[in-house]
């Protein structure tokens, strides 16, 4: 079964600081996808960035971007000039190429400090 | 384009009362996905379903749940004899197709249903 773990239960950042958030997986399969997701205290889940296995460039959107090592089955996420508005609950994700289920890292808690 | 609805958004129900929750996907979704969320802890998949079909639940407790998604209306995710463990967020998504090609979708989520058993 594939398994998510996030083992950083809390980050903490510097408004305008990188931070980088850790991620690995575990899985058989060759194709499959990953993704980031910020859950803000309004609990609405809000993705954030999404890497497919089979592409080896990393994912970028913005500020964000990620680190997709498929050997070492590791996906980090970093955030570049962080910003207030990015203290949340991140969750990193996988998904099958052929299921359609989110299988959930237990998440980590994101401060951002003025 | 309105996004994917739930209410209520908070319900309490005492212990043995049945919890009736409501998810409206977005417009042109038919594939809809109940999560869970225990307090501190990730989402957990329960069911996925497509209308009027259960696509796979095998994240479904085996007693006191069930879900569905009719034809018309919203998708229903039913807690019978509701106990304190069942309290926690309980999350639908939808997307506007499946997957078994591998498509590139996304699944949209609501804001999430905050059951509270007392």
């Known amino acids: 079964a594939q398994t998510v773990t996030q083992s950083q239960p809390e980050m903490s950042v510097q408004e305008a600081e990188t931070v980088t958030l850790s991620c690995t997986y575990d899985t058989s399969e060759s194709d499959y996808y990953l993704f980031w997701y910020k859950q803000p205290p309004s609990r609405q889940m809000i993705l954030v960035i999404r890497q497919e296995a089979y592409k080896q460039q990393n994912a970028t959107e913005n500020r964000f971007s990620v680190n997709f090592q498929k050997a070492a089955k590791s996906f980090s996420l970093k955030i570049s000039d962080s910003q207030l508005g990015d203290a949340a609950m991140y969750f990193c994700a996988y998904r099958g190429y052929n299921t359609d289920k989110l299988i959930f890292g237990t998440g980590t808690r994101l401060q951002v400090f003025p | 384009n309105a996004g994917v609805m739930q209410n209520p958004r908070h319900l309490v129900r005492r212990r043995g009362q049945e919890a009736r929750l409501r998810c409206s996907p977005m417009k042109g979704h038919s594939h809809v996905y109940w999560y869970r969320q225990l307090p501190e802890e990730g989402l957990k998949f329960m069911v996925y379903?497509?209308?009027?079909?259960?696509?796979?639940e095998s994240g479904m407790p085996k007693e006191r749940f069930s879900a569905e998604f009719p034809k018309e209306g919203p998708s229903i995710l039913r807690i019978q004899q509701v106990v304190r463990g069942d309290s926690a967020a309980y999350f639908c998504?939808?997307?506007?197709?499946?997957?078994?090609?591998?498509?590139?979708?996304?699944?949209?989520f609501g804001p999430g249903t905050r059951l509270t058993v007392t």
């Open positions: 998504a939808s997307s506007p197709t499946a997957t078994l090609a591998g498509g590139e979708y996304e699944q949209y």
């Open positions: 379903l497509q209308k009027e079909n259960i696509i796979d």
